[in-house]
């Protein structure tokens, strides 16, 4: 059930008015546009990727094509799920049954997480639930953990029933939760609702109307200044309720929402953030350019009225785009902005990072980094954070997040390692603590998976992930395909201790590791024992029954390789256990035609 304001009613015909003159004047001027794009297409400068993103910015929108197919309790089945920890990464599994178990044949993406600042072990993640892969149909999927991402815990979705996409969370100073879910209400508009956990809790309420439209964004004051507890919103102005307005606040910790209003430069595909001292950003891409950067002073008061300053324009060398063959359904990732709020020497600069299709190459994705010093006036060269220089490969879904410290964290999947799939992906992960001047190594944190399984309908992983930085490391929300199936995963990364592993430290105990993965015929498996030991090692299916033994004996320490072969197994996903002593080790093995 839609919760909706006095003056919805109004934004639906209105909108629906909008729309229709709209289109009107597009047809109008369809002659005269013919002529202009003729002469666009003789323009050296307009990349072949920026023409695209003319064209997709009015292709891309939630549409719900399926009914509702709910999995039948007889029907559900499980498998392990998925966990790993080395000495600077936490991975986990998020959406899990309440046995601590992966739901097979359902799927999850577009995380999106939120910490408590004032008690770390809080934390909560929002996703697109699919309960049935065989429906595209997405509800408000949500989990909760209160020891810090160890364990969590699933509650049925938001709103259970109805359909919800593009999940976004964010929490205030005080440890409360919001969680804005786009729907789509009976006059077929784009419509956003915020619900919050409030004191410490863990239940939902039931929602607030805060306009709305797809791709939206969300962003709370934190600064502990007049604007502090203000959420901010934006999204997608041609799918907007409230058309052609984008822009919405709340000056009173959402209880109620402001009438839209427009953000000059037009941005979509973006996010917003706040400053230091309460200044707002909005970044998105628009026409021909890589990104627009829109600033408001006025909007963290609440007896002014948001006005913003002229847009200035961020240069990536690239455009954000979609329907790409990592992603056929989705985007390569969304636009992120995020501001030094420290005291040391970055204080108030202003980030822009993005994946981007590059325009001075045939590269089809790089994440691509600019800073501005003085307020976003003005904005510096961009620099490539992948070092991966091959035109081939996909770096997709960057992400970034700033630690109150000022260090600038950044995450993304490459395909640098594909080999003979050229879209198995793997989470890498690099960090800057000087401001972006300099950024540590590229650093693959996560097994490599193929992006394409689990679909649930719908050919894409996904627009976004999502990330919160802390002094102490990096929060990341984000899904992947790692036990056969699209699924959603908390992993908290270390970043003083990425590429610092101790090759023997629990659990990642004897270097355990195969090549090549996946593999058709043979693989070899690789392990190091630092003593004699009995060794177990049995391979088994997604299901948990017994495939293999591939040995059991007692083994000499040092390094050892083993074949395993695949006769007679049928191509899918298995997990192969090392056990030596009373110590275990498992690994992911990929099987292909």
Known sequence: MLLCSDNQNKFEKSNLMNKNITLMNLLSVSY??????????????????????????????????????????????????????????????????????????????????AVDPTNPDRIVIGWRQFDNISSNFRQAGNGYS?????????????????????????????????????????????????????????????????????????????????????????????????????????????????????????????????????????????TNISCVVTKSTTAYDPNLAVTWEQPTYVDLDGSLTGWTNINPAGLLGQAWIDVDRSDGPGRGNVYVLASVDRNNS?????????????????????????????????????????????????????????????????????????QGDTWSPNEKISESFDPHLGWPNQNKMGDYFDMVSDNNGAHLAWA??????????????????????????????????????????KTTLRYELDKSNPVNITVYDIYGNKVKVITDEMQQAGIHNIDFKSDGIASGIYFCNLTAGSKSEIIKLTLID
């Open 32 to 113: 005269v546009g013919a002529i202009i794009i003729s002469i666009l297409i003789l323009v050296p400068s307009l990349s072949i990727a920026q023409k695209q993103n003319i064209d997709n910015r009015y292709m891309h929108k939630e549409v719900i094509d399926d009914p509702y197919l709910p999995m039948l309790p007889k029907d559900i089945q499980t498998s392990p799920s998925y966990r790993y920890r080395s000495s600077s990464v936490f991975t986990t599994q998020v959406n899990v049954n309440e046995d601590g178990e992966n739901i097979l044949y359902d799927a999850a993406n577009e995380p999106s997480i």
């Open 146 to 286: 209160t020891d810090g991402g160890q364990t969590w815990t699933v509650p049925d979705p938001i709103d259970a029933g109805v359909f919800r996409s593009d999940p976004v969370l964010e929490f205030d100073t005080y440890g409360n939760f919001y969680y804005n879910s786009l729907t789509i209400n009976t006059s077929d508009d784009y419509v956003c609702d915020v619900y919050r956990i409030q004191d410490g809790g863990e239940v939902w309420d039931e929602g607030t109307y805060a306009h709305g439209g797809d791709k939206q964004w969300m962003q709370i004051d934190k600064s502990g200044g007049l604007g502090d507890g203000n959420i901010y919103a934006f999204w997608t102005s041609y799918y907007s309720v409230c058309y052609p307005d984008f822009f919405t606040r709340s000056t009173d910790e959402g209880d109620t929402y402001e009438d839209c209003v427009t953000i000059q430069g037009d941005p979509y595909w973006g996010t917003v953030t706040v400053g230091p001292d309460g200044e707002v950003y909005t970044v998105g891409t628009t």
């Open 362 to 434: 045939n590269d089809p994705g790089d994440v691509m980094f600019s800073r501005s010093t003085n307020g976003g006036l003005t904005w510096e060269a961009p620099v490539r954070i992948n070092t991966d220089t091959s035109p081939y490969n996909y770096q997709w879904f960057g992400t970034m997040s700033v630690a109150p410290n000022g260090r600038i964290d950044v995450i993304w999947l490459d395909t640098r390692e594909g080999n003979s799939n050229p879209y198995i992906s793997a989470l890498y992960y690099s960090y800057s603590d000087d």
């Open 480 to 521: 992947n395909t790692i036990t056969g199936g699209q699924d959603v995963y908390y992993t908290h990364i270390d970043p003083w201790m990425v590429g610092l592993e101790n090759k023997n430290e629990d659990p990642k105990l004897f270097s355990f590791s195969n090549y090549p993965n996946p593999f058709s015929t």
